[in-house]
Every structure is written in structure tokens, then in C-alpha cells.
């Protein structure tokens, strides 16, 4: 099993900028993906930004050139710096991890972009 915990949601004006982390723990494999997905209320849940632990990263382009994802491979912890948020960027944003078969979800964290 892996875990995930996941903080720095909150409250931001449109314009403003929020980062999220989140630190996995448990049995976390050498070769692995993690990255943030975001649901909001009545949609599917959708990629956000995913990274290998040795790769480049992946962004739809809904938010490429605002959202960057980074990851410290040391510590097993997974960041997502969002700038020029937008309304539409309001969500629960989980992070989520994967190897293989498996796959594991933290508990989201609420992004709230609104004036």
C-alpha cells in the first residue's frame, strides 16, 4: 500500500497563485508516476500535471503555461505551483500515485478560485 497526503488548498482571487504538495509513504516502487488530478462538482475527475520519476512532465492545455508540477524523488513528495488561476480551475485536487498495476489516491485538497 502507498499513502498520500496532500495540503495547500484554500482560497485564492482570480490572478492569484496557490501551491500544493503532497508526500507519499508505504511501498513506494523505483519506477513510479505521480501527479494531481482535479474534480469539480458534476464533472469527471481529470489529469491535472503527471510526472515520472524519471521522465518530463505531462499537462493538458487547459492549464500549461500556468500549472508546473515538480517532484523530489528523495523524499517522495509530488508539488504543484498553480499561477494565473482561473474560476474554472476551482476543484477538489487529488494526488495520485502509480506503479504498474497499481494505483492510490490521497484525500484531495479543495481549491477555491473565486473574488
Known amino acids: 500500500q502507498v499513502q498520500l497526503v496532500a495540503s495547500g488548498g484554500g482560497l485564492v482571487q482570480p490572478g492569484g497563485s496557490l501551491r500544493l504538495s503532497c508526500v507519499a509513504s508505504?511501498?513506494?516502487?523505483?519506477?513510479?508516476?505521480m501527479g494531481w488530478f482535479r474534480q469539480a462538482p458534476g464533472k469527471q475527475r481529470e489529469l491535472v500535471a503527471v510526472?515520472?520519476?524519471?521522465?518530463?512532465?505531462n499537462y493538458p492545455d487547459s492549464v500549461k503555461g500556468r500549472f508546473t508540477i515538480g517532484r523530489d524523488n528523495a523524499k517522495n513528495t509530488v508539488s504543484l505551483q498553480m499561477n494565473s488561476l482561473k474560476p474554472e480551475d476551482t476543484a477538489v485536487y487529488y494526488c495520485?500515485?502509480?506503479?504498474?498495476?497499481?494505483?492510490?489516491w490521497g484525500q484531495g485538497t479543495q481549491v477555491t478560485v473565486s473574488l
Open positions: 495520485n500515485y502509480r506503479d504498474g498495476s497499481r494505483s492510490f
Open positions: 508505504g511501498r513506494i516502487f523505483s519506477v513510479n508516476v
Open positions: 510526472m515520472a520519476n524519471s521522465g518530463t512532465p
